[in-house]
């Protein structure tokens, strides 16, 4: 089936920091990246939406400076937190899909804590 | 009102009882129906997967959608420990973005 990785699946980082997820797609081509936050007992909440070699589209709140996307090829797309603060201290999933399908492959996500 | 209403109470059931589940949404065109299991600390799976009113069976697992009263179940027959996990019901207009309810954490007590 197809699977998709996170790296790292834990990270602390001191406020102010900026920290860098990736996100990859390791038996399929992934023309479309979803990056969501969950937080402890909530939903999760799309961040933003990316397709490779375009800019990403953010969802409404979403600060699109702070959370940097990039989804330069069919395989990777990475999620750099700026100047992070302890309110972005969450639950970072990716999901991936490939052309023309349906499915949503879930990354297995990142805990980011920020002191 | 948000788009997709899942009570997250959690839900303890004995080992062999039967779990329902359900979700409500208010936008009336959504067209495909999913339920993902989730682990602690782990990403989403898709369990099952509907576009039409009506029931699904996989296994243990039915997925039933009533698009005229806008809900959606899912039931897990002769239930397992294993079974212990967050489900999350999600919903989307076409091939666009997923609309995830809150999550019912569900506890299969042995």
């Known amino acids: 089936g197809a699977v998709v990785s996170q790296h790292p699946s834990w990270v602390i980082c001191k406020s102010g920091t900026s920290v860098k997820i990736e996100c990859r797609s390791l038996d399929f081509q992934a023309t479309t990246m979803f990056w969501y936050r969950q937080f402890p007992k909530q939903s999760l909440m799309l961040m933003a939406t990316?397709?490779?070699?375009?800019?990403?589209?953010?969802e409404q709140g979403v600060e699109k400076d702070k959370f940097l996307i990039n989804h330069a090829s069919l395989t990777l797309s990475t999620l750099t937190v700026t100047s992070a603060h302890p309110e972005d201290s969450s639950f970072y999933i990716c999901s991936a899909r490939d052309l023309g399908d349906y499915e949503q492959y879930f990354g297995p996500g990142t805990r980011l804590t920020v002191t | 009102q948000k788009e997709v209403e899942q009570d997250p109470g959690p839900l303890s059931v004995p080992e062999g009882a039967i779990v329902s589940l359900n979700c409500t949404y208010s936008?009336?065109?959504?067209?495909?129906f999913m339920w993902y299991r989730q682990y602690s600390r782990k990403g989403p799976e898709l369990l099952m997967y509907?576009?039409?009113?009506g029931n699904k069976e996989d296994g243990r697992f039915t997925a039933q959608v009533d698009k005229s009263s806008k809900y959606i179940s899912l039931f897990i027959r002769d239930s397992q420990p294993s079974d212990s996990a967050t489900y999350l019901c999600?919903?989307?207009?076409?091939?666009?973005?997923?609309?995830f309810g809150k999550g019912n954490q569900v506890v299969v007590i042995p």
């Open positions: 999600a919903m989307s207009v076409g091939n666009n973005r997923l609309a």
């Open positions: 509907t576009y039409s009113s």
């Open positions: 936008n009336s065109a959504f067209q495909y």
């Open positions: 990316s397709n490779e070699g375009s800019k990403a589209t953010y």
